[in-house]
């Protein structure tokens, strides 16, 4: 059974920037097309951005494009999503998720928050 933990969650300033990471255990995730959710309170989780299983095709929500890059290194069982020019909007708990065929894993969640 696939395990996500996701870390580097925080405290920035508006503008800023964080890189989460999601490392896989149990299972490699080679075969796995990976993603990033967020939830704020009160709000319903939502996708941020997806990776197929290569790295070869990505996709993000309309709120991210330009700011957010999901990446994967599978030699390291590892998923990043880099946030740049981070806004408050962005405040939420960030979750990790992995799905093969229909099976979904998600991650406990790296906190973030985006505040001056």
């Known amino acids: 059974q696939l395990q996500l933990v996701e870390s580097g969650g925080g405290l920035v300033q508006p503008g800023g920037s964080l890189r989460l990471s999601c490392v896989a255990s149990?299972?490699?995730?080679?075969?796995?097309?990976v993603g990033w959710f967020r939830q704020a309170p009160g709000k319903e989780r939502e996708g941020v951005a997806c990776?197929?299983?290569?790295?070869?095709?990505?996709g993000y929500s309309d709120s991210v494009k330009g700011r957010f890059t999901i990446s994967r290194d599978n030699a390291k069982n590892t998923v990043y999503l880099q946030m740049n020019s981070l806004k408050p909007e962005d405040t939420a708990v960030y979750y990790c998720?992995?799905?093969?065929?229909?099976?979904?894993?998600w991650g406990q969640g790296t906190q973030v928050t985006v505040s001056s």
């Open positions: 990776v197929t299983n290569s790295g070869g095709n990505t």
């Open positions: 149990g299972e490699t995730l080679d075969y796995y097309a």
């Open positions: 998720n992995a799905r093969k065929i229909v099976t979904t894993y």
